[in-house]
C-alpha cells in the first residue's frame, strides 16, 4: 500500500499543498480500511496510479498532464531483428496478399461494368434492329434488362462486400503493426 500511494504522490504534484494532503489522506485511509496490503491489491481496487492520479486530476479541474510520465513503449532488438531478417518474405507475402485482393476487387467490378454495359448496349442494338428481325430484337431487349437487372440486385452487395474487403485490409495492417510495435494506432 504504501508503495502505491507513493507512486501516487509522484503524479499528483500539480496540486496545491491542501488538494494534494486531502487527496492523499482520502486514499491512504480508504487502502487502509479495505485491508489492501499489497501493490497488487490496490492496482485491482483502483486501476495503475498513473490512472488514478489523472481521475484525481481532472475532479480537481487540471486538464494538463504535463507531470504525469507517460509509460515508454519499446521495441525490443530481437523483432528488429527478426523483422530485418523476415523483410523479403514479409514484404513479398504483403504485396501476394494485396495483389490478391486488388484482383478479387478489379474481377467483381469488371463483372458488374461488363453487365452494365452489356445490357445498355445492347438494350439500343436491339431497338435498332427491332423491324429487322422482331424474335432476335425481343429476346436481345429481355437479355438486356435480365443484365440490368443483375446489376441493380448485385450493386448493393457488391458495395458491402468491398466495404468489408476494405475494413478487414485495414485492421488487419493496423493489427499487426499494433502487435509488431506494441503501439495502438486503432482510432475509433
Given at each position: 500500500m504504501i508503495e502505491y500511494i507513493n507512486e501516487l504522490k509522484k503524479y499528483?504534484?500539480?496540486?496545491?499543498?491542501?488538494?494534494?494532503?486531502?487527496?492523499?489522506?482520502?486514499?491512504?485511509?480508504?487502502?487502509?480500511?479495505?485491508?489492501?496490503?499489497?501493490y497488487e491489491d490496490c492496482v485491482r481496487?483502483?486501476?495503475t496510479p498513473q490512472h488514478?492520479?489523472?481521475?484525481?486530476?481532472?475532479?480537481?479541474?487540471?486538464?494538463?498532464?504535463?507531470?504525469?510520465?507517460?509509460?515508454?513503449?519499446?521495441?525490443?532488438?530481437?523483432?528488429?531483428?527478426?523483422?530485418?531478417l523476415a523483410s523479403p518474405f514479409l514484404l513479398s507475402f504483403l504485396i501476394i496478399i494485396a495483389s490478391i485482393i486488388f484482383s478479387i476487387v478489379v474481377t467483381?467490378?469488371?463483372?458488374?461494368?461488363?453487365?452494365?454495359?452489356?445490357?445498355?448496349?445492347?438494350?439500343?442494338?436491339?431497338?435498332?434492329?427491332?423491324?429487322?428481325?422482331?424474335?432476335?430484337?425481343?429476346?436481345?431487349?429481355?437479355l438486356s434488362i435480365f443484365a440490368l437487372g443483375l446489376v441493380i440486385i448485385m450493386f448493393p452487395s457488391c458495395m458491402k462486400l468491398f466495404k468489408i474487403i476494405y475494413k478487414l485490409t485495414i485492421?488487419?495492417?493496423i493489427?499487426?503493426?499494433?502487435?509488431?510495435?506494441?503501439?495502438n494506432y486503432n482510432k475509433k
Open positions: 499528483l504534484t500539480s496540486l496545491n499543498k491542501d488538494d494534494f494532503d486531502s487527496a492523499i489522506t482520502y486514499y491512504s485511509e480508504f487502502l487502509e480500511d479495505g485491508g489492501f496490503i499489497n481496487e483502483l486501476g488514478l492520479s489523472k481521475n484525481i486530476l481532472q475532479e480537481f479541474g487540471i486538464r494538463s498532464h504535463a507531470d504525469v510520465v507517460p509509460e515508454k513503449k519499446h521495441i525490443d532488438w530481437w523483432v528488429i531483428l527478426l523483422l530485418i467483381i467490378a469488371s463483372v458488374l461494368i461488363s453487365l452494365f454495359l452489356g445490357g445498355i448496349v445492347g438494350f439500343i442494338a436491339a431497338v435498332i434492329y427491332i423491324f429487322d428481325n422482331l424474335q432476335i430484337s425481343l429476346m436481345q431487349i429481355g485492421n488487419g495492417f493489427s499487426i503493426v499494433n502487435s509488431v510495435f506494441h503501439v
